[in-house]
């Protein structure tokens, strides 16, 4: 036995299989990477109830799971990835074995905190092996030794006094305390006549054999022990272990502290030797970063020696597990709307880079706000969706490159995660969370040792996002308008088609916002109005709004409309009047954006809950762009917004069909929908906004709107934004004359 070993709460299944039919132990399983665990077929087939050595394909089921972690249990679904039946009529086998036997599942959630896969080693004679009941208990174990082993199957026998296999054992690992590895699974018990104890199992040499040959060899743990030595990094590693760090004062408390992170045991007398040491930095994953954060205070320069190596090498790790569980602890920690937050400061801390969309929301679209996956008992993976992001949020940041700032002293850069979290901390927390996270990122700069001033650079740009986007959203001046007729009026008109050709006349009714709440500036909203005449009361509207910081984002136009008025060409309109020397359109100095709540309240506003969630994954949610191929149906249309909580659609179909796609997208509770009203295939409109964020857009339609002013025959597109911030109230639309 090497100076590092397991624990023996480690070395037990972290897996029980359950049985459909009572929820008691129907066998153990072991765990593999990414987030799979591997048992024996026939403990499947007796979970779910049917003959144990059935062979036929059980099909896309699931079954329960008992996940047991050091200091708590829980509950998950695992799937059946793997098939791999057992086989009794294969030749040369006895009247007591069989081949196959195995199953890959695949857990729906994450791996509770401090458990990992265990290592494997080859099955071989003579090895002192125990396996525990499927109940995963702690004092619930088999001593036996291995008397036999040709590679395809394992015996061993039972000691004196020692518990005796059953067949919850079933499916369980073989651990073998000399080689602190898991050598294979067991299988059955022998019902043989006599006073001996006598068991056998499925040696990991089989089992690397049946999964490749099944096409899921890529399932299974890639780096066996005496495979490490051709790492790339091993001969640093023990270059640097051999040296002078290896001697110094406070090395043995180092090695204590690294297997204390890493949930492993040791000896009470000596030393890990280099080899020993550099093998477990290569195979457990925080080790190397748990070894930095030991010597960092004695040993600085070799801190940054190991560190090197790791980047060098690909090491993909950032945190230690101490670094990481604090982390965890303090995001699940965070109240559900700041939790909302998290995902705009993580794509504005990095927006270049690649930030998968279920990292930050989730595949299945649910809420998971208030699950967790901590403290102690029982609890379910299931209900904490939230923390699971959270985790693989952290995961994907870890092997984000450092920042581009300067580090002329040769400092590491500030690496992606770090800057997330500040921005984290700046722009979504309470203060004191605020101040919390910020204390473990400049302890964990300190350990990566990167430049303080780096550091405060970093932090300095998430303070000033955050004032930016604490201002809030831009001043606003509301508009309500409501299409009253053609001017004449009064029988002047004598036929319908003159009336068609007389303009539009229009109520208004004007509030201003400029973050103190909505205010109402208009009078003699009852009073019809041209197009010019509109425009000059919402230009000197906007001209009337205090804007504290002037450097801040422009006043936003919102026009309030009803379903039949969303696209009134209102950006298009020019002021009249004495004081409208230049002829400036209504959309064109200030974002216009349009405003439906008459669609949102249809069928007794069973969509505004909907809208509201839909608002708060802004951030998060990837755009959907619906255009006459991906959907050619309103059929298609609804199954396309109802798929997930979609917060912005770009809608480019056919004009005859543009109306009805634009409000059936307002009526399901979309809050940002984009479209183009000039009725061109392949919307230049559209195209031009097709990158931008969706924070962006009215702005981006403004300025699209300028270019037409410019060049028209080059900016040819007509674009509309719908735009309803659940965040911001609107004014009560109640009749000016209770009696109409």
């Not at 303009?503 to 400029?514: G, S």
């Amino acid at each position: 036995m090497g100076w590092f070993h397991a624990h023996g709460s480690s070395s037990r299944p972290a897996v029980s299989i359950l049985a459909k039919a009572d929820g008691r132990p129907a066998g153990a399983g072991v765990l593999l990477p990414r987030r799979h665990l591997l048992t024996c077929a026939h403990v499947v087939n007796s979970a779910l109830g049917k003959d144990m050595l059935a062979p036929d394909h059980p099909g896309p089921i699931a079954v329960s799971v008992r996940l047991h972690a050091p200091e708590h249990t829980v509950e998950a679904d695992a799937e059946l990835a793997v098939w791999i039946p057992p086989r009794t009529d294969d030749g040369g086998l006895g009247a007591f074995e069989w081949n196959g036997d195995l199953a890959v599942l695949r857990l729906t959630g994450a791996l509770p905190p401090a458990v990992e896969p265990p290592r494997w080693h080859p099955m071989a004679e003579r090895q002192l092996v125990r396996a525990w009941h499927g109940s995963g208990e702690p004092g619930v174990f088999a001593d036996a030794e291995v008397s036999e082993c040709d590679g395809r199957f394992g015996y061993f026998d039972g000691a004196e006094r020692t518990l005796d296999i059953e067949p919850a054992y079933s499916g369980g690992p073989l651990w073998s305390n000399e080689e602190s590895a898991v050598v294979g699974l067991v299988t059955a018990k022998l019902r043989v006549r006599g006073t001996l104890r006598r068991a056998w199992g499925i040696p990991w040499q089989r089992v690397t054999r049946e999964l490749d040959d099944a096409g899921a060899g890529h399932l299974l743990p890639r780096q066996p022990a005496e495979d490490i030595r051709d790492h790339p990094a091993y001969g640093e590693l023990v270059a640097l272990l051999d040296g002078p760090l290896a001697l110094s004062e406070g090395w043995t408390r180092c090695c204590r502290t690294v297997a204390r992170q890493c949930g492993l045991g040791h000896r009470a007398d000596g030393l890990p030797s280099a080899d020993e040491f550099a093998h477990l930095l290569l195979t457990r994953a925080r080790a190397l970063p748990a070894l930095v954060e030991a010597v960092r205070g004695t040993a600085g320069p070799v801190a940054d020696d190991i560190l090197a190596i790791g980047r060098r090498h690909g090491l993909p790790k950032l945190l230690s597990p101490g670094e990481h569980e604090r982390l965890l602890v303090q995001l699940r920690a965070l109240p559900a709307t700041a939790a909302a937050g998290v995902p705009g400061a993580v794509r504005a801390a990095l927006p270049l880079a690649a930030l998968p969309t279920a990292l930050l929301t989730g595949e299945d679209g649910g809420h998971g706000c208030d699950g967790g996956v901590g403290g102690h008992g029982r609890h379910d993976v299931n209900g904490g969706q939230r923390d699971e992001r959270f985790e693989a949020l952290i995961a994907h940041l870890e092997g984000l490159h450092g920042d581009s700032s300067p580090a002329d002293d040769g400092a590491m850069t500030v690496p992606g995660l770090l800057r997330a979290v500040e921005f984290v901390a700046a722009g979504c927390c309470p203060a004191d969370q605020g101040a919390a996270l910020r204390r473990w990122n400049a302890a964990v700069a300190r350990r990566l040792g990167v430049h303080d001033a780096a550091l405060m650079d970093r932090r300095h740009d998430a303070g000033q996002w955050a004032r930016s986007a604490s201002r809030g959203a831009a001043p606003r001046v509301v508009a309500k308008l409501d299409p009253c007729g053609p001017a004449s009026g009064g029988g002047t008109t004598t036929t319908a088609t003159a009336a068609r050709e007389e303009p539009e006349r229009y109520r208004l009714r004007l509030w201003c916002d400029d973050g103190d709440g909505l205010r109402q500036v208009s009078d003699d909203s009852e009073r019809p109005r041209g197009a010019e005449e509109v425009a000059q009361e919402i230009f000197a509207a906007v001209g009337s709004l205090r804007r504290p910081d002037p450097s801040g984002p422009r006043p936003v136009i919102e026009l309030i409309v009803d379903r039949d008025a969303l696209e009134v060409p209102v950006d298009r309109w020019k002021a009249a009047g004495p004081g409208a020397v230049l002829p400036i359109r209504l959309g064109t100095p200030y974002p216009l954006v349009v405003n439906c709540p008459e669609l949102r309240e249809l069928n007794g506003g069973t969509m505004l809950d909907q809208w509201r969630e839909r608002w708060t994954r802004l951030d998060a949610e990837e755009p959907l762009h619906i255009d006459d191929a991906t959907a050619p149906d309103p059929e298609a249309v609804c199954g396309l917004v109802m798929e997930r909580l979609t917060a912005r659609v770009t809608i480019d179909v056919a004009p005859h069909r543009r109306t009805g796609v634009v409000q059936m997208c307002l009526a399901a509770g979309v809050p940002v929908v984009l479209w183009d009203r000039s009725g061109e295939p392949e919307s230049p409109a559209v195209r031009h906004a097709a990158g931008m964020s969706a924070r962006e857009l009215p702005e981006a339609v403004r300025i699209y709107r300028t270019k037409t002013m410019q060049r028209p025959e080059e900016y040819t597109g007509r674009p509309v934004l719908a735009w309803a911030d659940a965040g911001r109230a609107l004014p009560r639309l109640d009749l000016a004359d209770p009696t109409e």
